[in-house]
């Protein structure tokens, strides 16, 4: 055997494992976007969970406040404000995560409906109007008045 044979075996293994490399490494990548996913939808549900955990123990005062908005003064408006600011928050991030491709878009449309269901309410409306769209940006409000029309 000489030389040039032992070189070009040589190539040939660095070749097969150059190969398996590239496919461990897009098996690495592929397990890496899963767990990112999921990071991500659980940090979504934790918002949305302190979200409705403040929204629960007011529940009285978010029906009066979805129904009467008007009628509130500036610092029950506020406490309204912090807890729709909250949740739509929560919205927000869950619209950017499925527009950098984290989540699919039969997730994002089955979570929107729910706020475009409270959109049903004078209170809800009036916020959103006043005070929503110019916290939140403007291709989430694009999308989420998109929503509510559709409804």
Do not use: C
């Amino acid at each position: 055997m000489n030389w040039d044979a032992i070189g070009a075996g040589a190539e040939l293994l660095a070749a097969i494992g150059g190969v398996a490399a590239v496919f461990y490494l897009a098996f690495q990548i592929r397990l890496n976007t899963r767990a990112v996913r999921s990071a991500s939808i659980d940090s979504w549900v934790t918002a949305i969970v302190y979200g409705n955990e403040a929204m629960a123990a007011a529940d009285e005062f978010i029906s009066q406040a979805n129904e009467n908005y008007d009628e509130l003064d500036d610092h029950r408006k506020k406490i309204y404000h912090r807890a729709l600011t909250q949740i739509y928050n929560a919205l927000e991030a869950l619209y950017f995560h499925h527009t950098n491709g984290v989540i699919d878009i039969q997730f994002l449309e089955t979570k929107m409906k729910a706020a475009a269901y409270g959109h049903q309410y004078p209170g809800v409306r009036k916020w959103w109007s006043t005070r929503g769209i110019a916290i939140f940006d403007p291709r989430f409000v694009k999308y989420l008045d998109n929503m509510v029309q559709e409804r």
